[in-house]
């Protein structure tokens, strides 16, 4: 099973956090792109290809309203061929990094669309937007196609998803009964073994003093997404994701330190635990028929010399059993 790791660009310490995360055994890096609240991701990822010789790499996720589809389009077909063929292009509606500058995200029918039109142009295609046809001239035509990975819930993007992307990051948490009747309903309309289906998990491992306190900031912003899709399926994990949700401020998104001692209890929405109990959570996951795992280690705060501890215990003690399944 191939197992990425998420997490936050971050200057002059991304191509250290990659770096360690292939020596520990991760497929790949996907890192979160939200202009104004974290540095700039595509051009982290740069960083990433030259850092690097056998990791995969991409963004988890971006959007195409602060980024046009043909922008979006040209970024990730130049990492691809700056990298040999490394890069994977994750693309939601838009969350943060929309809300942020008073945009609105896509709805379903333009997400369908977006995923539609930027995946012809990474294949090479002409696209029709806005009335306009653009194509990525400078393309070679032995060039490796970058893979679009829609990173969504619910049953009407998941349609989207199947009918315009190359795969899908299902964000719905820790819950395997849940994820096992999403991936359900994936499968009943993309049933082609090509079409990937990740789950996005967020694992806190215990630090030197026992607690999962560096998972803080991400559990509110990435269980309020996922609310509703757990309710919808009576997941034992809504009440969880519905409580955490109420650490949640776009002022502070995935900030850790902004979260309240009385708002640390709600954790139930990710994996926690001892080093075992996560390892044999996940290997529950991984065992619901997902092809991949997209496992968040901290939050956007958290220090980058604990990160790189999280990435190590993690490649030492739990990747080896779930690279096996």
């Not at 700039?40 to 195409?64: K, P």
């Not at 995946?119 to 194509?135: D, Q, W, Y």
């Not at 708002?263 to 028929?289: F, K």
Request: with cysteine; hydrophobic share 40%; glycine share 8%.
């Amino acid at each position: 099973m191939r197992v990425w790791l998420n997490t936050f660009p971050r200057i002059a310490e991304t191509a250290t956090i990659a770096r360690e995360a292939e020596q520990a055994g991760f497929f790949g890096v996907l890192l979160t792109d939200s202009q104004c609240l974290a540095p700039d991701t595509f051009v982290e990822l740069g960083y990433i290809a030259r850092a690097t010789t056998q990791l995969h790499f991409g963004v988890c996720a971006t959007n195409v309203v602060t980024r046009h589809p043909t922008v979006v389009a040209n970024l990730a077909a130049t990492l691809q061929a700056e990298s040999g063929g490394r890069m994977h292009l994750g693309i939601a509606r838009g969350d943060s990094a929309v809300l942020k500058v008073g945009l609105e995200p896509l709805n379903t029918a333009q997400f369908g669309q977006a995923l539609a039109d930027v995946r012809r142009l990474l294949a090479g295609e002409p696209a029709e937007i806005a009335g306009t046809t653009s194509t990525l001239q400078w393309r070679g035509p032995d060039q490796v196609t970058t893979p679009v990975l829609a990173v969504a819930s619910g049953p009407r993007m998941i349609r989207e998803a199947a009918h315009n992307a190359d795969g899908l990051i299902l964000q719905v948490g820790s819950d395997p009964e849940a994820i096992r009747q999403y991936i359900a309903q994936i499968r009943e309309v993309a049933p082609e073994p090509t079409f990937r289906v990740a789950s996005y998990v967020i694992v806190g491992l215990p630090d030197g003093q026992g607690t999962t306190g560096s998972i803080r900031g991400v559990t509110p912003l990435l269980a309020r997404m996922a609310t509703e899709s757990l309710q919808a399926v009576h997941s034992k994990l809504a009440d969880a994701a519905q409580a955490a949700t109420k650490g949640y401020s776009l002022a502070t998104h995935g900030l850790s330190k902004a979260i309240g001692a009385d708002q640390t209890d709600d954790l139930g929405y990710a994996v926690t635990g001892t080093v075992e109990e996560c390892r044999d959570r996940l290997i529950e996951i991984a065992q619901t028929g997902c092809d991949e795992l997209v496992i968040i280690l901290g939050s956007l705060d958290t220090p980058t010399p604990e990160l790189l501890t999280f990435i190590k215990t993690f490649g030492d003690e739990i990747a080896p059993h779930l690279r096996e399944l």
